[in-house]
C-alpha cells in the first residue's frame, strides 16, 4: 500500500492509495460543495446538480455516458451531502483511463435545459419516495430546529417547491461559484497506476479555470426544544435527538466516538441493556454528525407508541448518569470494537477511496487505519469523561415522529 | 486462498476459504431451516429462535454471551431467511478459537420461559416496524399470494398473533426437529488456522446427537392475480410483481440472472431507459428470488401514484417485448456487469463465508469466484432467450400498495 498525492497548477488535488495486489480499482471526484452552500431560495440544488452531472458534456451526450459506464462493467453512483458531493465509480483496473476520462468530462456538465425539466420530475419523486419512509421527515426536521440561523440547517433533498421553482440558469450560477478545482479532489484506491493517473488528470482538468470559493464555517449557535410530527398512520413512534458535539476538524472527536460506542452501540452499551436486550425499543443508537466548524451528536429512538413516554424517560436518566463517567472496562471494550470495525472497513478497495476522499475533504492529513486505530487507542478515560460532560447529550433538540400527539 | 472441508462422524459440515493474507476472519453457522419448514401455526418460530439462540446455553447467561462477543469486538448478527438461518460473526484472527467455543455453545440454547416472554416483546415490536416501512407488508402478500398452498407462502418475521401464541415448548420442537448436525454447516473465511478449526469444532460440536430432517421441497404450483393494499397515507405507489424463475439448483439461474440484468438492472437496463433514465419512476428493478425447488423473479416499481396505471402498461408492454429476445451487445454488457459485480464482491472476508456458506446450503459444490464469473461468461444468448421464453415476466402476481385504490 502507497500513499501518493499530487496538486495541479490549477489547485486539483489528486490522492491515491496504491494496491499493486488489488483486483479492483476505485475512482472518486470529491468537491466541497454542499446543501451548506446554497441558500433557502435554491435548497436542494446540490443534490439535483449531482443528478445533472450524468446528463451529458458538450462532448457526450446522456446516453453516451451510460453506455460508456455500462460498456465498462462498472459500479458507479454519487451522493451529495451537508458538505460534500461525490462522484465515484469502480472498473476492473484494464478500465482506469477511460475511467479517469469519462468521470473528468461529466465534471465539467452541459446542463441543458431540456434534461433539467426531466430531472426535474426524478429529483420531486425521490423526495416524495423519501417522505414515506421512516422517521418521515424527522431527519430533515431536527436539522432545520437544532441548526436553525445557519447554513447547516438546509436539507440535501430540498422540496418538491424550492425543487420545483429552481431554473437551470440557477444551477449553472450555482456550478460556476462551486466547482472551482481548488474545491476538488480526485481519490483512486486499488489497483492504481499512479503517473499515469496524473498524466490523464493533467490532460482532462488542466485547463479548468480556477476562482475562489468562500464558505461560512461559523460555528453554529444550536437550538434546543421538542418539536412533535404527528403520523396517525405509523405503526411506531420515532424519536430523534440532536445534541451539541465535535466538529469534524476537532480533535476530541476520537474520544467522543469512544465515548458514544460506550453509551450507545448496538451490542453491550448502555443503551443495548436497557433498551434493547429487554424489548424496550425496537432501535436505539447514537452517533456522530461531524461537520467543519460544527457538530452533533444524534440519537435515534424507535419503540412502540405507548412505550414512548416511558423510554423517554429513561434515556434522559441514563444520558445524566453517564455525565458521572463512563469507567475503564467500558472503555476497553469501546476501544477494541472500534479497532476490529476499522481493520474491517479497511478491506474493501472503496471503502479506501472513500476514507482518503473524505479525509481530504476534511482538511485533515493523510492517515493509515493503523494511524487512525493509533489515535482511538490512545484515548484516556480522562478525555472521553470530558467530553461527556463538553458535550451533554441531555441538552438537545428532541423531535418525536408518531400516532402520539405529544411526547 | 485454499479451500478446505471436513465432515464429523454426526453430519456436521466444516468449510473454510482460508486467506493466509486477511486480517480478518469471519465465521458462522449455517442451517438449513427457515419459514419454509413452519406451518401456519408456528408462523415466525424460526426467526424468533434466532433471537433465543443469543439468550444463553446451559453453560452462559445472556449476559455472557453478550459480554464474549463485545470483549472479542467482533462483529457479529444473525438472519433468518426463507429456507435458512445464519448465525456469523467477524474478528481479529487471534479470536478464532474462544469465537468458535462461543458460536459452538449458543447453538445448543437453553430457550428459558423467562427470557423468551421478553424476547418476545423484541420480535413484536420488530414487526411493528417492519410494517411501518415501504412496501407496507407488499412483500409477504405477494409471497402469500403467489406461493399460497406451499410452504413457501409462510412471513419469515410471522404476524403479531401468531409469535403472540407462540409457547417456549413449541420452540423447543421446532429446535428438536431441525437443528440436526447433518442440517447445520460452520463456514469460515479469512485468515483460518483450519487444523485448529476442525479440532475446536470436533471438540464443540462431536457429541451432536443426529436425527433426520425431512423438507417438502415439492416444486410450487404458483397463483397469478392483482390485489391492492390500499395505504391513504402513502406519498407514492408501489408496485411488487413475482413471476415464475429458476429454482437455486436450476442450472439455468445464469441465463436467468444475465437475462434479469439485461431487462432490469440499475444503470442501461431497459427498465431503466423506460423509467429511470425519463423520470417516469422513482425506482424499477427486477431481481431473482431463488429457492430449493421453486424459483420467482421479482419486479419492483415505486412512482407517483399518478403515473402508477401509465407505468403498469409500460412495464406490461417491455416484459412481452422482450420474450421476442434480447441482442448480442446486451448480452455483452450484462455479462460484464456481472463479473466485474463477482470481483468486486469477493473482496471482502465475511462476503466470501457467506458465499461458500450459501454455497452448501444450496446443496452446491464449491466454486471459486472465477468459476462462477466461467459460468456467466459461457451463457449463450439463445439461452437467455430461452429463459425469457420459459419464465414470462407478465404472467405474474401483482400486488399494488398505496393510496390509489385498484391498479
Known amino acids: 500500500m502507497e500513499y501518493r498525492q499530487h496538486q495541479l497548477d490549477n489547485g486539483l488535488t489528486v490522492l491515491a492509495e496504491c494496491n499493486p495486489q488489488a483486483h479492483f480499482s476505485a475512482f472518486g471526484f470529491f468537491v466541497r ?4 452552500d446554497e441558500t433557502a431560495e435554491i435548497g436542494g440544488v446540490s443534490h439535483f446538480l449531482e443528478h445533472m452531472v450524468f446528463k451529458g458534456t458538450p462532448n457526450r451526450s446522456a446516453d453516451q455516458v451510460n453506455l460508456e459506464l455500462d460498456e465498462m462493467g462498472s459500479s458507479s453512483n454519487a451522493r451529495t451531502g451537508e458538505e ?33 425539466e426531466t430531472e426535474k420530475q426524478v429529483i420531486i419523486e425521490e423526495i416524495l419516495m423519501y417522505a414515506d419512509q421512516p422517521p418521515y421527515g424527522g431527519y430533515e426536521k431536527i436539522m432545520e430546529e437544532f441548526f436553525a440561523g445557519h447554513p447547516l440547517q438546509q436539507s440535501v433533498l430540498g422540496t ?75 405503526a411506531q413512534q420515532y424519536i430523534l435527538q440532536m445534541a451539541r458535539g465535535p466538529a469534524s476538524n476537532d480533535p476530541r472527536r476520537f ?8 453509551f450507545g452501540d448496538d451490542a453491550g452499551s ?13 432501535s436505539i443508537g447514537v452517533g456522530p454528525c461531524e461537520y467543519l466548524g460544527s457538530g452533533a451528536v444524534m440519537t435515534f429512538l ?14 434522559t436518566k441514563l444520558q445524566k448518569e453517564i455525565q458521572a463517567g463512563a469507567n475503564e472496562r467500558e472503555l476497553e471494550m469501546a476501544k477494541r470494537k472500534i479497532a476490529s470495525q476499522i481493520v474491517l472497513g479497511s478491506e474493501a478497495t ?58
Not at 33 to 36: L, P
Not at 195 to 221: H, M, Y
Not at 302 to 315: G, I, Q, W
Not at 354 to 370: C, H, R, V
Open 33 to 36: 460543495t454542499g446543501a451548506r
Open 84 to 116: 460534500s458531493t461525490i462522484y465515484h465509480a469502480a472498473v476492473l483496473p484494464e478500465f482506469q483511463t477511460p475511467m479517469v476520462n469519462l468521470l473528468s468530462d461529466i465534471m465539467r456538465p452541459s446542463l441543458r435545459e431540456e434534461d433539467f
Open 160 to 234: 418538491v417547491e424550492t425543487v420545483g421553482d429552481l431554473s437551470a440558469e440557477q444551477m449553472k450560477r450555482y456550478f460556476d461559484q462551486q466547482y472551482s478545482p481548488g474545491n476538488i479532489a480526485f481519490a483512486a484506491s486499488g489497483k492504481v497506476d499512479f503517473d499515469r493517473l496524473v498524466e490523464d488528470i493533467e490532460q482532462n482538468c488542466g485547463d479548468w479555470k480556477p476562482f475562489d470559493v468562500s464558505r461560512d464555517l461559523t460555528e453554529a449557535k444550536v437550538s434546543s426544544g421538542v418539536h412533535t410530527i404527528h403520523r396517525e398512520n405509523s
Open 255 to 262: 474520544a467522543s466516538r469512544v465515548a458514544m460506542s460506550i
Open 270 to 282: 448502555r443503551l443495548y441493556w436497557e433498551f434493547l436486550d429487554s424489548g424496550r425499543a425496537e
Open 302 to 315: 424507535c419503540c412502540s407508541p405507548d412505550a414512548a413516554k416511558d423510554n423517554f424517560e429513561r434515556l
Open 350 to 407: 472503496e471503502a479506501r477511496m472513500f476514507s482518503i476522499g473524505t479525509q481530504w475533504l476534511n482538511g485533515a492529513d493523510y492517515k493509515t487505519p493503523e494511524e487512525i486505530a493509533t489515535l482511538y487507542e490512545s484515548v484516556t478515560l480522562d478525555e472521553v469523561n470530558e467530553v461527556l460532560v463538553e458535550f451533554p447529550l441531555d441538552v438537545n433538540t428532541t423531535v418525536s415522529i408518531g400516532p402520539n400527539e405529544s411526547l
